[in-house]
Protein backbone atom coordinates (compact mmCIF):
# COMPACT_ATOMS: atom_id res chain seq x y z
CA UNK A 1 0.00 0.00 0.00
CA UNK A 2 1.07 3.33 -0.71
CA UNK A 3 2.76 5.51 2.12
CA UNK A 4 1.65 9.19 2.45
CA UNK A 5 3.93 11.34 4.26
CA UNK A 6 2.44 13.88 7.16
CA UNK A 7 4.00 16.97 7.36
CA UNK A 8 4.72 16.62 10.80
CA UNK A 9 7.85 14.28 9.87
CA UNK A 10 8.91 16.24 6.44
CA UNK A 11 10.57 18.32 8.66
CA UNK A 12 12.48 15.54 10.20
CA UNK A 13 13.14 13.29 6.92
CA UNK A 14 14.73 16.92 5.17
CA UNK A 15 17.32 16.32 7.73
CA UNK A 16 18.06 12.67 7.06
CA UNK A 17 17.81 10.42 4.02
CA UNK A 18 20.04 8.79 1.46
CA UNK A 19 22.43 11.30 0.09
CA UNK A 20 24.07 11.84 -3.63
CA UNK A 21 25.52 14.74 -4.53
CA UNK A 22 24.47 16.35 -8.07
CA UNK A 23 24.32 19.75 -9.74
CA UNK A 24 21.16 19.61 -11.51
CA UNK A 25 18.32 17.72 -11.73
CA UNK A 26 19.61 14.68 -13.43
CA UNK A 27 20.37 12.41 -10.33
CA UNK A 28 19.82 9.25 -9.09
CA UNK A 29 19.67 7.96 -5.63
CA UNK A 30 19.47 4.66 -4.23
CA UNK A 31 17.77 3.31 -1.38
CA UNK A 32 20.92 2.58 1.03
CA UNK A 33 21.84 5.30 3.58
CA UNK A 34 25.16 6.64 2.69
CA UNK A 35 26.41 10.17 1.59
CA UNK A 36 27.74 11.15 -2.12
CA UNK A 37 31.10 9.66 -1.48
CA UNK A 38 29.72 6.28 -0.36
CA UNK A 39 30.32 6.87 3.75
CA UNK A 40 27.31 5.44 5.90
CA UNK A 41 25.11 7.95 7.57
CA UNK A 42 24.31 7.91 11.13
CA UNK A 43 20.82 8.47 11.51
CA UNK A 44 20.77 8.29 15.29
CA UNK A 45 20.14 11.70 16.27
CA UNK A 46 17.30 11.86 14.35
CA UNK A 47 14.47 13.82 16.29
CA UNK A 48 12.21 12.58 18.72
CA UNK A 49 8.55 12.62 17.96
CA UNK A 50 7.90 15.26 20.84
CA UNK A 51 5.53 17.91 19.14
CA UNK A 52 6.58 20.80 17.99
CA UNK A 53 5.46 24.14 17.02
CA UNK A 54 4.77 22.80 13.05
CA UNK A 55 2.75 20.02 14.64
CA UNK A 56 0.59 22.15 16.40
CA UNK A 57 -0.56 24.49 13.37
CA UNK A 58 -0.72 21.75 10.87
CA UNK A 59 -3.09 20.18 13.58
CA UNK A 60 -5.16 23.45 13.96
CA UNK A 61 -5.73 23.39 10.09
CA UNK A 62 -6.99 19.74 10.46
CA UNK A 63 -9.14 20.40 13.17
CA UNK A 64 -10.74 23.48 12.28
CA UNK A 65 -9.81 24.99 8.74
CA UNK A 66 -12.76 25.48 6.32
CA UNK A 67 -10.41 23.77 3.81
CA UNK A 68 -9.54 20.33 2.80
CA UNK A 69 -6.22 19.27 3.46
CA UNK A 70 -4.51 17.66 0.73
CA UNK A 71 -1.28 17.01 1.77
CA UNK A 72 0.55 16.55 -1.27
CA UNK A 73 0.12 19.80 -2.52
CA UNK A 74 0.84 21.15 1.39
CA UNK A 75 4.57 18.82 0.65
CA UNK A 76 4.91 21.31 -2.20
CA UNK A 77 4.25 23.98 -0.91
CA UNK A 78 6.40 23.56 2.48
CA UNK A 79 9.28 22.58 0.86
CA UNK A 80 9.18 25.56 -1.47
CA UNK A 81 8.26 28.03 1.73
CA UNK A 82 11.44 26.40 3.19
CA UNK A 83 13.70 27.20 0.05
CA UNK A 84 12.62 30.13 0.02
CA UNK A 85 12.51 31.03 3.44
CA UNK A 86 16.19 30.63 3.38
CA UNK A 87 17.31 31.62 0.07
CA UNK A 88 17.51 27.83 -1.77
CA UNK A 89 15.73 28.15 -4.73
CA UNK A 90 16.63 24.94 -5.75
CA UNK A 91 14.64 23.38 -3.04
CA UNK A 92 12.17 20.86 -4.18
CA UNK A 93 9.79 17.94 -3.17
CA UNK A 94 9.52 15.02 -6.17
CA UNK A 95 6.53 12.72 -5.25
CA UNK A 96 6.55 8.90 -6.05
CA UNK A 97 6.56 9.56 -9.98
CA UNK A 98 8.38 12.36 -10.32
CA UNK A 99 11.38 10.83 -8.30
CA UNK A 100 11.00 7.55 -11.18
CA UNK A 101 11.09 9.64 -14.02
CA UNK A 102 13.89 11.68 -12.65
CA UNK A 103 16.21 8.35 -11.61
CA UNK A 104 15.42 7.06 -15.16
CA UNK A 105 15.99 10.48 -16.99
CA UNK A 106 19.50 10.34 -15.20
CA UNK A 107 20.44 6.80 -16.33
CA UNK A 108 19.55 7.42 -19.93
CA UNK A 109 15.92 6.07 -20.17
CA UNK A 110 13.45 9.33 -20.64
CA UNK A 111 9.74 9.76 -20.70
CA UNK A 112 8.77 13.38 -21.79
CA UNK A 113 8.97 15.04 -24.76
CA UNK A 114 12.64 15.47 -24.77
CA UNK A 115 14.05 19.25 -23.90
CA UNK A 116 16.00 20.57 -21.67
CA UNK A 117 15.39 23.92 -19.63
CA UNK A 118 16.99 26.26 -17.42
CA UNK A 119 14.58 29.11 -15.34
CA UNK A 120 14.61 32.71 -17.04
CA UNK A 121 14.29 34.87 -14.20
CA UNK A 122 14.49 37.84 -16.39
CA UNK A 123 10.69 36.81 -18.09
CA UNK A 124 9.37 34.70 -15.39
CA UNK A 125 9.09 32.05 -17.09
CA UNK A 126 10.95 28.47 -18.43
CA UNK A 127 14.00 28.87 -21.40
CA UNK A 128 14.19 25.19 -23.32
CA UNK A 129 18.00 25.36 -23.96
CA UNK A 130 17.92 22.46 -25.92
CA UNK A 131 15.57 20.07 -27.77
CA UNK A 132 17.19 16.31 -27.81
CA UNK A 133 17.91 14.48 -31.35
CA UNK A 134 14.98 11.91 -31.80
CA UNK A 135 12.70 13.33 -29.10
CA UNK A 136 8.75 13.57 -29.63
CA UNK A 137 9.91 17.52 -28.50
CA UNK A 138 11.97 17.97 -31.78
CA UNK A 139 9.18 16.39 -34.61
CA UNK A 140 7.10 18.91 -33.30
CA UNK A 141 8.58 22.08 -34.16
CA UNK A 142 9.89 23.07 -30.59
CA UNK A 143 13.26 25.42 -30.83
CA UNK A 144 16.14 25.91 -28.32
CA UNK A 145 15.22 29.40 -27.00
CA UNK A 146 11.46 29.23 -26.62
CA UNK A 147 10.39 30.48 -23.38
CA UNK A 148 6.97 28.32 -21.98
CA UNK A 149 5.06 31.21 -20.72
CA UNK A 150 2.04 29.25 -20.41
CA UNK A 151 1.22 25.18 -19.50
CA UNK A 152 -1.69 24.52 -21.74
CA UNK A 153 -3.04 26.15 -24.46
CA UNK A 154 -5.91 27.84 -25.26
CA UNK A 155 -8.27 28.67 -22.30
CA UNK A 156 -6.69 26.12 -19.90
CA UNK A 157 -3.49 28.02 -20.04
CA UNK A 158 -1.63 28.65 -16.62
CA UNK A 159 0.79 31.43 -16.34
CA UNK A 160 4.54 29.72 -15.33
CA UNK A 161 4.83 33.00 -13.41
CA UNK A 162 1.96 32.36 -11.36
CA UNK A 163 2.91 28.74 -11.09
CA UNK A 164 6.42 29.18 -10.16
CA UNK A 165 9.28 27.28 -11.90
CA UNK A 166 8.89 24.22 -10.31
CA UNK A 167 5.36 24.01 -10.04
CA UNK A 168 5.38 24.69 -13.60
CA UNK A 169 8.00 21.76 -14.40
CA UNK A 170 6.13 19.65 -12.73
CA UNK A 171 2.85 19.76 -14.95
CA UNK A 172 5.07 19.29 -17.94
CA UNK A 173 6.62 16.17 -17.04
CA UNK A 174 4.68 13.18 -17.23
CA UNK A 175 4.24 9.51 -18.10
CA UNK A 176 4.26 7.93 -22.04
CA UNK A 177 1.41 8.16 -23.92
CA UNK A 178 -0.24 11.16 -22.05
CA UNK A 179 -0.16 14.77 -23.65
CA UNK A 180 1.97 17.56 -22.59
CA UNK A 181 0.14 21.10 -24.03
CA UNK A 182 2.34 24.26 -23.35
CA UNK A 183 2.18 27.81 -25.05
CA UNK A 184 5.84 29.30 -26.02
CA UNK A 185 6.68 32.82 -26.78
CA UNK A 186 9.36 33.43 -29.45
CA UNK A 187 10.54 35.49 -32.55
CA UNK A 188 11.73 39.19 -32.36
CA UNK A 189 10.90 40.61 -28.88
CA UNK A 190 9.07 37.29 -27.97
CA UNK A 191 6.08 38.34 -29.54
CA UNK A 192 5.03 35.37 -31.12
CA UNK A 193 3.15 32.49 -28.94
CA UNK A 194 2.83 28.92 -30.32
CA UNK A 195 1.13 26.12 -29.05
CA UNK A 196 2.21 22.93 -28.48
CA UNK A 197 0.23 19.10 -28.00
CA UNK A 198 2.76 16.60 -27.35
CA UNK A 199 2.67 13.19 -26.90
CA UNK A 200 4.93 12.04 -24.21
CA UNK A 201 7.06 8.73 -25.02
CA UNK A 202 10.07 6.54 -24.15
CA UNK A 203 13.27 7.30 -25.80
CA UNK A 204 16.59 6.95 -25.02
CA UNK A 205 18.35 10.04 -24.64
CA UNK A 206 21.83 10.99 -26.22
CA UNK A 207 24.10 12.75 -23.65
CA UNK A 208 26.64 12.75 -26.34
CA UNK A 209 26.61 13.33 -29.93
CA UNK A 210 29.98 13.72 -32.65
CA UNK A 211 30.98 14.23 -35.97
CA UNK A 212 33.69 15.00 -37.99
CA UNK A 213 33.55 18.77 -38.97
CA UNK A 214 32.00 19.22 -42.49
CA UNK A 215 34.84 22.38 -43.64
CA UNK A 216 37.71 21.08 -41.60
CA UNK A 217 38.16 17.09 -41.52
CA UNK A 218 40.90 17.39 -38.94
CA UNK A 219 38.15 18.57 -36.36
CA UNK A 220 36.20 16.33 -34.38
CA UNK A 221 32.72 18.00 -32.79
CA UNK A 222 31.64 16.62 -29.63
CA UNK A 223 28.70 17.91 -28.15
CA UNK A 224 27.84 16.69 -24.76
CA UNK A 225 24.39 17.62 -24.56
CA UNK A 226 24.26 16.51 -20.40
CA UNK A 227 25.86 15.05 -18.06
CA UNK A 228 23.92 11.83 -17.22
CA UNK A 229 24.91 8.05 -16.72
CA UNK A 230 25.28 7.54 -20.29
CA UNK A 231 27.64 10.55 -20.73
CA UNK A 232 31.08 8.51 -19.90
CA UNK A 233 30.83 5.57 -22.09
CA UNK A 234 29.12 7.95 -25.14
CA UNK A 235 32.33 10.49 -24.62
CA UNK A 236 35.01 7.55 -25.40
CA UNK A 237 33.14 6.42 -28.18
CA UNK A 238 33.16 9.66 -29.69
CA UNK A 239 36.50 10.09 -28.97
CA UNK A 240 38.05 6.76 -29.90
CA UNK A 241 35.80 6.72 -33.53
CA UNK A 242 36.65 10.45 -34.25
CA UNK A 243 40.81 9.64 -33.37
CA UNK A 244 40.20 6.13 -35.74
CA UNK A 245 38.87 8.75 -38.02
CA UNK A 246 41.98 11.04 -37.87
CA UNK A 247 40.85 13.75 -36.23
CA UNK A 248 43.65 15.89 -34.79
CA UNK A 249 41.75 18.66 -32.80
CA UNK A 250 38.56 18.93 -30.95
CA UNK A 251 35.84 20.80 -30.31
CA UNK A 252 33.93 20.02 -26.86
CA UNK A 253 30.31 21.80 -27.71
CA UNK A 254 28.77 22.42 -23.91
CA UNK A 255 26.58 25.66 -25.03
CA UNK A 256 22.60 24.77 -23.99
CA UNK A 257 24.27 21.98 -21.35
CA UNK A 258 22.28 22.62 -18.36
CA UNK A 259 24.67 20.46 -16.10
CA UNK A 260 24.09 16.62 -14.72
CA UNK A 261 25.81 14.38 -12.36
CA UNK A 262 28.63 14.89 -10.27
CA UNK A 263 29.85 11.29 -10.63
CA UNK A 264 29.40 11.61 -14.61
CA UNK A 265 31.10 14.91 -15.01
CA UNK A 266 34.37 13.77 -13.17
CA UNK A 267 34.67 10.07 -14.85
CA UNK A 268 34.76 12.62 -18.43
CA UNK A 269 36.92 15.22 -16.92
CA UNK A 270 39.31 11.97 -15.07
CA UNK A 271 39.73 11.10 -19.31
CA UNK A 272 41.89 14.27 -19.61
CA UNK A 273 43.29 15.26 -16.30
CA UNK A 274 46.25 13.38 -14.36
CA UNK A 275 45.85 11.06 -11.89
CA UNK A 276 45.48 13.29 -8.40
CA UNK A 277 44.66 16.54 -10.01
CA UNK A 278 41.84 18.60 -8.10
CA UNK A 279 39.18 18.01 -9.68
CA UNK A 280 36.35 19.94 -7.72
CA UNK A 281 36.52 21.69 -4.02
CA UNK A 282 33.22 21.57 -1.87
CA UNK A 283 32.37 23.77 0.92
CA UNK A 284 29.37 23.09 3.57
CA UNK A 285 27.73 25.78 5.24
CA UNK A 286 29.65 25.45 8.13
CA UNK A 287 32.83 25.99 5.93
CA UNK A 288 34.44 22.37 6.05
CA UNK A 289 36.26 21.89 2.90
CA UNK A 290 36.71 18.80 0.81
CA UNK A 291 38.73 17.79 -2.39
CA UNK A 292 38.03 15.40 -4.98
CA UNK A 293 41.13 14.19 -6.99
CA UNK A 294 41.38 12.55 -10.27
CA UNK A 295 41.85 8.76 -9.44
CA UNK A 296 40.58 5.01 -9.87
CA UNK A 297 36.62 4.77 -8.97
CA UNK A 298 34.97 1.63 -8.50
CA UNK A 299 31.14 0.92 -8.11
CA UNK A 300 29.57 -1.86 -7.51
CA UNK A 301 28.29 -3.99 -10.47
CA UNK A 302 25.05 -4.01 -10.14
CA UNK A 303 25.34 -0.39 -9.20
CA UNK A 304 23.48 2.03 -11.55
CA UNK A 305 27.31 4.18 -11.21
CA UNK A 306 28.94 2.09 -12.41
CA UNK A 307 28.93 3.20 -15.53
CA UNK A 308 30.85 6.19 -13.71
CA UNK A 309 33.49 3.57 -12.96
CA UNK A 310 37.49 4.63 -13.95
CA UNK A 311 39.99 2.75 -14.05
CA UNK A 312 43.95 3.54 -13.38
CA UNK A 313 44.70 2.86 -16.90
CA UNK A 314 42.20 4.82 -18.20
CA UNK A 315 42.84 7.87 -16.15
CA UNK A 316 44.55 10.96 -18.93
CA UNK A 317 44.09 8.44 -21.46
CA UNK A 318 42.84 11.47 -24.01
CA UNK A 319 44.94 13.86 -21.93
CA UNK A 320 47.69 14.14 -25.20
CA UNK A 321 45.34 14.11 -27.40
CA UNK A 322 43.30 17.11 -26.60
CA UNK A 323 45.79 19.33 -24.60
CA UNK A 324 46.86 22.50 -26.71
CA UNK A 325 44.74 21.02 -29.80
CA UNK A 326 40.83 21.37 -28.36
CA UNK A 327 38.77 24.57 -27.69
CA UNK A 328 34.97 24.24 -25.37
CA UNK A 329 32.29 26.14 -26.81
CA UNK A 330 29.91 28.19 -24.21
CA UNK A 331 26.94 30.27 -24.09
CA UNK A 332 24.95 31.40 -21.71
CA UNK A 333 22.90 28.43 -20.59
CA UNK A 334 26.13 26.33 -20.49
CA UNK A 335 25.63 25.92 -16.30
CA UNK A 336 26.49 23.62 -13.41
CA UNK A 337 28.84 20.70 -13.96
CA UNK A 338 29.15 21.75 -17.85
CA UNK A 339 31.04 25.25 -16.22
CA UNK A 340 32.38 22.79 -14.21
CA UNK A 341 33.75 20.39 -17.78
CA UNK A 342 34.98 24.13 -18.84
CA UNK A 343 37.05 25.64 -16.04
CA UNK A 344 38.92 22.59 -15.21
CA UNK A 345 40.23 22.06 -19.15
CA UNK A 346 41.09 25.88 -18.79
CA UNK A 347 42.43 25.72 -15.22
CA UNK A 348 44.75 22.88 -16.61
CA UNK A 349 45.19 24.61 -19.43
CA UNK A 350 44.14 21.53 -21.90
CA UNK A 351 41.53 23.82 -23.69
CA UNK A 352 40.52 27.37 -24.97
CA UNK A 353 37.40 28.65 -24.38
CA UNK A 354 35.25 30.16 -27.35
CA UNK A 355 31.31 31.88 -27.00
CA UNK A 356 30.03 33.77 -24.09
CA UNK A 357 29.95 33.67 -20.49
CA UNK A 358 28.58 30.85 -18.98
CA UNK A 359 25.48 30.82 -16.46
CA UNK A 360 27.10 30.96 -13.25
CA UNK A 361 25.72 28.00 -10.77
CA UNK A 362 28.04 27.08 -8.20
CA UNK A 363 25.70 25.45 -5.88
CA UNK A 364 25.29 21.67 -5.45
CA UNK A 365 21.88 20.27 -4.97
CA UNK A 366 21.33 16.57 -2.94
CA UNK A 367 18.33 14.67 -3.38
CA UNK A 368 17.02 13.11 -0.09
CA UNK A 369 15.12 9.94 -1.12
CA UNK A 370 12.23 9.34 1.45
CA UNK A 371 12.37 5.52 1.10
CA UNK A 372 15.27 4.61 3.82
CA UNK A 373 11.74 5.84 6.31
CA UNK A 374 9.06 3.81 4.00
CA UNK A 375 7.88 7.27 2.33
CA UNK A 376 7.23 7.62 -1.21
CA UNK A 377 9.70 10.74 -3.21
CA UNK A 378 12.42 12.92 -2.61
CA UNK A 379 13.69 16.08 -1.57
CA UNK A 380 15.86 18.29 -2.70
CA UNK A 381 18.18 21.21 -1.56
CA UNK A 382 21.33 23.03 -1.76
CA UNK A 383 23.94 21.47 0.43
CA UNK A 384 27.06 22.89 -0.94
CA UNK A 385 29.20 25.54 -2.38
CA UNK A 386 31.66 24.04 -5.12
CA UNK A 387 34.70 25.65 -6.65
CA UNK A 388 36.87 24.68 -9.62
CA UNK A 389 40.51 22.85 -9.40
CA UNK A 390 41.99 25.87 -9.49
CA UNK A 391 40.17 29.55 -10.56
CA UNK A 392 37.59 31.09 -8.28
CA UNK A 393 34.31 30.28 -8.00
CA UNK A 394 32.20 31.24 -10.68
CA UNK A 395 28.56 31.06 -9.04
CA UNK A 396 26.28 33.92 -9.81
CA UNK A 397 29.29 35.44 -12.26
CA UNK A 398 29.84 32.64 -14.72
CA UNK A 399 33.21 31.70 -16.64
CA UNK A 400 34.21 34.70 -19.30
CA UNK A 401 35.92 32.78 -22.26
CA UNK A 402 39.29 33.52 -23.59
CA UNK A 403 37.43 34.69 -27.11
CA UNK A 404 33.85 35.90 -26.82
CA UNK A 405 32.27 35.25 -30.02
CA UNK A 406 28.27 36.15 -29.83
CA UNK A 407 26.41 33.73 -31.99
CA UNK A 408 25.50 34.97 -35.36
CA UNK A 409 21.74 36.86 -34.91
CA UNK A 410 20.64 35.24 -37.39
CA UNK A 411 21.39 31.60 -35.66
CA UNK A 412 19.23 33.11 -32.58
CA UNK A 413 16.26 31.32 -33.34
CA UNK A 414 17.23 28.24 -34.89
CA UNK A 415 17.21 25.02 -33.58
CA UNK A 416 20.84 24.01 -32.68
CA UNK A 417 20.84 20.60 -34.38
CA UNK A 418 19.87 22.31 -37.69
CA UNK A 419 23.32 25.00 -37.97
CA UNK A 420 26.32 23.63 -40.17
CA UNK A 421 29.40 24.11 -39.30
CA UNK A 422 30.25 26.15 -42.11
CA UNK A 423 27.31 28.54 -40.67
CA UNK A 424 28.48 28.15 -36.93
CA UNK A 425 30.50 31.13 -36.64
CA UNK A 426 31.42 30.28 -32.77
CA UNK A 427 32.92 27.10 -34.17
CA UNK A 428 34.37 28.44 -36.88
CA UNK A 429 36.33 30.57 -34.14
CA UNK A 430 37.25 28.18 -32.27
CA UNK A 431 38.70 26.45 -35.16
CA UNK A 432 40.70 29.19 -36.21
CA UNK A 433 41.82 29.60 -32.51
CA UNK A 434 42.90 26.02 -32.12
CA UNK A 435 44.37 25.98 -35.09
CA UNK A 436 46.52 28.86 -35.27
Known sequence: M???????SLALILLFAVLLTVMSSCVIVDSNLRDEYGNNIDNSGIASDKPNKLDTIINLFKTYSYYEIDEEVLCDALVGGMGYAIGDRYA???DAEEFALMTAENQGETQGIGVTVIENADYKCIEIISVLPNSPAIAAGVEPGDLIVYIGTGENKESVAEL????ALKKLQGVKGTVCEFTVARGEGYAEEVEF?????VFTSESVTYHVCETDAKVGIIKIIQFDLTTPLQFCTAMDSLIADGVEYFIFDVRYNPG???ASITAVLSYMLNENDIL???RDRAGTEVVTKVGPVQY??????SSCNIEKAEIAKYREKVKGKSAVLTNGSTASAAELFTCALLDYEISEIVGTTTYGKGSMQSIFALAYYGFDGAVKMTTKKYFPPISDGYDGIGIKPDLEVELDKALENKNIY???DAEDNQLQAAIALIGK
Open 2 to 8: KKRISLS
Open 92 to 94: DYY
Open 164 to 167: GYEG
Open 197 to 201: SIMRD
Open 260 to 262: GDL
Open 280 to 282: IKT
Open 300 to 305: KANDPY
Open 418 to 420: KIT
